[in-house]
């Protein structure tokens, strides 16, 4: 069993093997979890926040920023601001 340890790999003793795969599994693990969350993310943000349809808008160097607040473009970001706003007037909620 090869572990990628500080100073790059290694075959640990035997004594220390079962140390090191509850290592790699408990860290294999937490790598799925995080590919599971951000799958989640991804799927949550598919579709244009203001409910046009239209895929969302991400940044072009980064894949996980959304541009417009999760809307497709700056007009559809616009028109869920004005609606929000509305609402927010409507209910009497204070705007900050």
Not at 4 to 28: I, L, M
Not at 48 to 65: E, K, L, R
Request: aromatic share 10%; hydrophobic share 25%; glycine share 6%.
């Amino acid at each position: 069993m090869k572990i990628n340890g500080r100073y790059g790999p290694f075959t640990p003793k035997p004594e220390q093997a079962p140390y090191y795969r509850k290592r790699q599994r408990r860290q294999e693990a937490a790598r799925r979890e995080q590919v599971a969350q951000r799958a989640a993310w991804l799927d949550k943000h598919r579709s244009c926040a203001n409910g046009c349809g239209q895929p969302v808008a991400f940044y072009d160097t980064i894949h996980y920023a959304l541009r417009y607040s999760g809307c497709c473009s700056p007009e559809c970001e616009a028109e869920m601001e004005q609606r929000d706003r509305a609402s927010r007037e409507d209910s009497g909620t204070p705007i900050e």
